[in-house]
Each structure stands twice: as C-alpha cells, then as structure tokens.
C-alpha cells in the first residue's frame, strides 16, 4: 500500500535497500541527526508507516525525516517561520538537494550489493539482513571535529559530546515541538542549534569550556584545530556558489575533495588529534574517498575473523595494530571489494555493533547463534558453510521477506516476537 504524506512533507521515492535510514543514522557516521517516535496506525500495516523521524539542525533550517518501504518523505523548518508559496519552493528544492548529495543518492546502492555478493562470502550472508547501508557524505569540519571526539570513545559518548558542542558553542536557530507521539502527555519545544564554524572553536576559552563539558584531552585538540584552520585558511576564496556562506577553512576542507587521497590524508595529519584511523573516517565520510577503509578494533577483529589477517602480539597479548599492517588490512580488502571497499567496509562494521546485534533478524525459532550471518562464512570452502546451506538459505529468506527490524524497537517487543513464532512454529 502507498503510505500517506503527512502535511507539510514531500516524498522522495526511494526504497529500503537503497537506503535505511534506521541504519545509516545510527551506526557512528554523524553523530547530531535526533530520534523521535512515532504512533503506530491502529488497524494497518505496521510496516507500511514511517515508525520514527529523523532530524538535523544545518545552519539555516532543521531537516525533519522519515521513511516508508517505499519512498523517504522529507520537509524543512526554517527560522523565519511562515514563506511564501515561492520562498517555500525554493528553499524546499534546497533541501531536496542537499538530501540527494548528504546521502549520495546517485550511487545505485543494490548494485554495489550485488558486486560485494559475487566477490565476498562473508558479505553476501550479512546482505540479507542489513540493507540499504550506505556512506554519508557529511560536511567536512563537522566530520573533522566529530572524529576527533572519536578517540577511544564509543558512539552515544560521541553523540553526548557533539550535542554538547553545539549547545554551548553555537547560537540557537529555532525551537520545534517533537513530532506526534504516543503519549498523551503535551510536548514540550526542542531547542535546535547549528554545528560551530571553525571561528567560533578557535577562541582560547573554548579549551576549558569543552574541558568543563568532559571533553577531556579532546577540548585542546579541537581548539588547537580550530586555531591553525582559522589562522592558515581565513581568507580563502573559493569558487564555489553552494558555499558562500561558509568560512575559510571550511572551504578549504571542502577543496581536499579534489585532492588525491595520498595528499589529503598528510593535511588532515597535520591538525592536532587526527592520526591515520580518524583522518580516514575523515576521507571516507566526507572528502569523497569512497575505497579508503578506516581501520579500528573493530574493523581489525573482522579482518583477523573472516579474511585471514594476522599480527604480531603486543605485551599485552593483545594483537598490536602496526601502520604496516594498519596498510595490509586496508589492501586486502579493497582487493575484494574494488573501488567502493569503504562503503562495503561500512556494512560489516554496523553489522559488528552491539546495538545491531539484533538487527533484522527473522522472526524465527532459530537460535541467534544459529545465524550464518557472520563467522560462518569466512571461506567458501570452510566445512561449516558446506554443513549448513538449509539454515542459511531459511534466514536469508526469512530475512527478504521482512524490512529489517529497527535497532529502535524495545527488547520486550522482541521478545513479544519471537514468543509468537515459537507458538506458530510448534
């Protein structure tokens, strides 16, 4: 069934796998997009109406999202309150195309899918159940900052943090009510804030103001940052229309999307608190790097897990992540997985996220455990694939036949779930 466009939104037909935005907004990439919500329809298909709605404060209007299977319906809220018919169009047209750039909407996703399937075991068992993941293509300051928060951190710190920012740093832009909630209970406004220019982090005060928010070592680093961008790149001139309201060293951020990857990593190396992982998020995520693959512990149990890569141990006995094989891992895969081996390493990673541990699992009596999604596939002719082709072929199926199930449904319903399915099953 076609899904009804609430008031005040537009629709972009796009689907699931192409993109899902419960995924992609939650899987450490951006760290400011707000989760609201929304009522179930009584009476209809669960799946066919947007389940929560997305938010992103940009420098002149909050982008308020949500999704069906069968398009992403979107609409702006701006400062200035009520437009005119044709402010409105305009700015909407706007919105819609910083929507079509931020998720990189001309990359035909379910293609690369296929590609990674037909190179790689290990990806074709997650594919099923993690659809329409795809790499943001964020602004590159904010994707700077971001990342050096990222320093043996976790992603709702992060999130914590980055929030933070905003709030204590950059000036409010509007006050918006959530969305239409189940409760009964009258909401109360959510003030909105833009991400900090580079000028506002460079003021020496800012070091012990985001120390005070538990920045930790972090608040220097992103002063320090802030400071030489605003000092070597205040007055820089770029010809660029969709760029004229930002600062100097935000558009020369944004001149490292034309510059080779070699060259753009060594600046991004520069700037105090960027080693090689952060400044390949940085690569990947916002200067349009799309084979670099950012290699952190997570990313390297998976290489050691399912493609064979080895290290020598630390005296820790722990396995020490050397640049020499930091640089093995990074050539591996982008041998499997061809020019888009960021994206394709992006996929793997969500999938080895605890709050995705659960995240489009068939609604079956299967143990868990029971799912080849990963670890089962780490050679095509490994002896556990070959014993268990029935079991992964009713999981994969299972899998399509349903969306993915959102990392936001409560552990109850769950649970409510798969009760169900054992009943139906016995």
């Not at 050691?304 to 930091?326: D, E, F, I, Q, V």
């Amino acid at each position: 069934m076609t899904t009804p466009i609430p008031p005040g939104f537009r629709s972009l037909p796009i689907s699931l796998v192409q993109l899902s935005l419960a995924a992609v907004l939650n899987c450490g990439q951006s760290f400011r997009w707000t989760t609201h919500p929304l009522p179930v329809v009584v009476g209809s298909d669960v799946h066919a109406f947007p389940t929560h709605e997305y938010r992103l404060c940009l420098r002149d209007r909050v982008v308020c999202l949500r999704q069906s299977p069968e398009a992403l319906l979107y609409r702006s809220v701006f400062p200035e309150g009520h437009l005119s018919p044709t402010q409105e169009a305009v700015r909407e047209a706007e919105t819609l195309a910083w929507l079509k750039d931020y998720f990189q909407l001309d990359v035909d996703l379910v293609k690369l899918y296929d590609e990674w399937s037909s190179r790689d075991t290990v990806f074709r068992a997650l594919r099923s159940r993690f659809p329409g993941i795809r790499m943001l293509r964020q602004d590159p300051w904010e994707n700077l900052v971001s990342f050096i928060c990222s320093s043996n951190n976790n992603i709702a710190r992060i999130t914590k943090m980055i929030h933070a920012l905003c709030k204590h740093c950059s000036p409010p832009l509007l006050s918006l009510v959530p969305p239409e909630s189940a409760s009964d209970t009258s909401p109360e406004s959510v003030t909105y804030y833009p991400f900090p220019a580079p000028s506002m982090l460079a003021a020496s005060e800012i070091a012990s103001k985001l120390r005070a928010l538990g920045f930790g070592y972090r608040a220097d680093f992103i002063q320090r940052t802030a400071q030489m961008l605003v000092d070597e790149h205040k007055e820089q001139n770029v010809t660029d229309t969709s760029a004229h309201d930002l600062e100097g060293p935000e558009k020369w951020l944004m001149t490292l999307r034309g510059t080779d990857t070699l060259r753009a990593r060594e600046e991004l190396l520069r700037f105090v608190g960027v080693g090689r992982k952060v400044a390949d998020c940085i690569l990947l995520m916002s200067l349009d790097k799309r084979e670099v693959i950012p290699v952190d512990t997570h990313v390297h149990q998976i290489a050691m897990k399912h493609y064979g890569l080895r290290g020598s141990c630390g005296s820790n006995g722990k396995t020490a992540m050397t640049p020499k094989l930091y640089d093995e891992i990074n050539t591996k895969l982008v041998g499997i997985w061809g020019d888009y081996a960021g994206w394709a390493h992006s996929v793997l990673f969500t999938a080895d996220l605890k709050v995705f541990a659960s995240y489009g699992m068939s609604e079956s009596p299967l143990k868990p455990e029971a799912n080849p999604a990963y670890g089962s596939a780490t050679s095509p002719s490994t002896s556990s694939n070959k014993k268990r082709p029935r079991v992964k072929k009713e999981l994969d199926a299972a899998a399509v036949a349903k969306p993915a199930e959102s990392p936001h449904s409560s552990l109850a319903e769950r649970v409510k779930k798969r009760r169900r399915t054992i009943t139906v099953a016995a």
